[in-house]
């Protein structure tokens, strides 16, 4: 595969609203040891882009400073050291930024095979959304099958993933979402309950549903007061697992439902994780979630895809939360 001197990308200059992203031209960046280059085909639109775009979610040191955390493509350089992965394989990857471009460089344990019967676009859906709910649901939150979970956000790309993969795995699951037609997505998705919190009090609700007893864990992106409302909605040992703030992550609460029920209260990032972890949780969701992908079972849903000149446009969408599942840029065809 010969490679070009440049590549495109998206620039997002100094940061601001949508419409500072902008597609340039640059050298393709250089491959370090330990790492492949990926000729992206396909890349995924996140929650953490428009943060990052915004100045409030800078890269990790050595990253690329350009936007994306997932792609799907082929592989068209290997670096030293790297065994597994040779030119012109079909892969996906969790990046560590730069996924807005026709190339970027990812550490090698990052990296899975696309599964057996999905295209390159739904592979490019997979790896920010599935590797943070394995991390949070599963291993920080410690989701059992039998056991109730509560999903705030229903109808994002996370959301849908944790609605999807807890009742994989033998949970009742109960959702959070703002509109009738995101009521009706996430009942098709197989969510249990679905709660709109602008037509009801979220906190009686799941009181009703389990009978007074409680959720025995909470995935929650919101923060504010659905923080002190989320630990009245938990049952005894129940478990709160926080992975971002919608709202201030600074609020003022009474702490004793923590001793009171025993609870714990967690959260994580998945960026500023070391690279080993990342390869750890990377091999966790192949052995585990891979053959359940491949069965055709709890499939990435996509909502919208864009050409990757037209990323302003998707920033925008994903702002407006209008969406129903991920957003996906086309950088050179699936």
């Not at 400073?65 to 969790?94: M, N, T």
């Not at 410690?142 to 994989?168: D, F, N, R």
Request: with cysteine.
């Amino acid at each position: 595969m010969t490679l070009p001197a440049t590549m495109r990308f998206i620039d997002h200059g100094r940061g601001g609203p949508p419409d500072v992203l902008k597609e340039g031209t640059g050298p393709l960046p250089s491959l370090a040891e330990g790492e492949v280059m990926i000729r992206v085909a396909w890349a995924g639109v996140n929650r953490p882009d428009v943060l990052q775009r915004g100045g409030s979610y800078p890269p990790p040191p050595g990253a690329s400073p350009y936007l994306g955390l997932e792609v799907s493509g082929e592989i068209a350089a290997v670096g030293a050291g790297v065994q597994r992965w040779k030119l012109g394989d079909r892969v996906c990857a969790l990046t560590n930024g730069g996924g807005y471009a026709e190339y970027v460089n990812v550490p090698a344990g990052q990296v899975l095979p696309v599964p057996r019967g999905l295209s390159m676009l739904q592979a490019a859906a997979l790896p920010e959304t599935y590797f943070t709910v394995w991390a949070n649901v599963f291993e920080r939150g410690g989701l059992k099958a039998g056991e109730t979970l509560l999903v705030h956000g229903g109808s994002s790309g996370i959301g849908i993933t944790a609605i999807q993969m807890a009742k994989a795995w033998g949970a009742t699951v109960y959702a959070t979402v703002g509109s009738a037609d995101k009521v009706r997505a996430c009942q098709a998705l197989g969510a249990d309950a679905v709660i709109n919190y602008r037509e009801a009090d979220y906190v009686a609700e799941i009181a009703r549903l389990t009978g007074g007893k409680g959720v025995n864990e909470i995935l929650d992106m919101v923060g504010g007061d659905y923080i002190a409302r989320n630990l009245k909605c938990l049952a005894l040992e129940g478990r709160l697992v926080q992975i971002a703030f919608l709202q201030p992550s600074r609020v003022e609460i009474d702490l004793m439902p923590v001793m009171i029920k025993r609870l714990t209260f967690t959260g994580s990032t998945l960026r500023a994780r070391p690279t080993a972890e990342k390869a750890k949780l990377a091999q966790t969701l192949e052995r585990e979630v891979w053959p359940k992908l491949e069965a055709g079972q709890m499939l990435p849903q996509i909502y919208r895809e864009f050409p990757l000149a037209d990323a302003a446009a998707a920033h925008a969408l994903m702002e407006s939360s209008a969406h129903i599942g991920k957003i996906m840029l086309k950088v050179a065809g699936g």
